[in-house]
């Protein structure tokens, strides 16, 4: 397992004139991880690869759902919803990266659907047992009043513990979700960022001096 403060370290120990701009903190370093990462990630994903990594997804497990009304979706009958917002989502070309969603035993499946197949579905005369859920404005609604919790593993861009509010680890001792063999572009990418950000300042210096001249 690679943490923050693992990856953070790394390229101060590259980048020597860190310590020397106070622009540069470790916070501005691990919002540019995070940026390149996603970069990173996005690519791997629609290439279909890193579907099923384990140091990629995060499980989000005991998900309460609360009574919501079907106006909310655009719907009829009544449904069910987080009660809070979903920890932010990577988002693909086609579509958010979840790899599953499950009632609290594992033992049944839910599955993403659009307002309208699902209107569609629930016209027709012989009906399928599956459970469906949706995501809209950030909050995972399951069609289905009876469910009342649900697991979600999905690629989630921050901590599911700060969803809940119950994280007390620091920054730096957190897990950095990313697959091994992206770690050495990341810092590649990461370190080709630092290099121009700190080369701007002192090169519109020069510039302005010129000009003075």
């Known amino acids: 397992m690679v943490t923050n403060g693992d990856l953070i370290a790394r390229i101060k120990s590259a980048n020597k004139f860190i310590s020397d701009d106070d622009q540069i903190s470790d916070r501005f370093i691990y919002n540019l991880l995070k940026t390149k990462a996603s970069v990173l990630i996005q690519r791997e994903l629609n290439r279909k690869k890193l579907l099923f990594s384990d140091n990629l997804y995060q499980a989000y497990e005991c998900i309460c759902l609360i009574p919501a009304k ?11 919803r987080t009660k809070n917002k979903l920890p932010k989502l990577e988002e693909g070309l086609y579509s958010y990266f979840i790899q599953g969603v499950f009632n609290t035993s594992n033992s049944q499946e839910l599955f993403p659907t659009s307002i309208r197949d ?54 730096y001792d957190k897990e950095f979700k990313i697959a091994p063999y992206l770690l050495d572009p990341l810092a590649e990418l990461v370190n080709q960022s630092l290099i121009t950000y700190h080369k701007i300042p002192f090169e519109s210096e020069d510039n302005n001096r010129d000009e003075q001249l």
């Open 118 to 171: 699902f209107i569609n579905h629930q016209s027709l005369r012989v009906k399928t047992p599956k459970k469906y859920y949706t995501i809209r404005n950030g909050y995972l609604y399951v069609l289905d009043p009876d469910i009342e919790s649900v697991n979600m593993y999905a690629y989630f861009t921050e901590s599911v513990e700060d969803a809940d509010g119950t994280e007390c680890m620091s920054m």
């Open 70 to 80: 079907g106006a909310e979706c655009d719907l009829s009958c009544p449904i069910r």
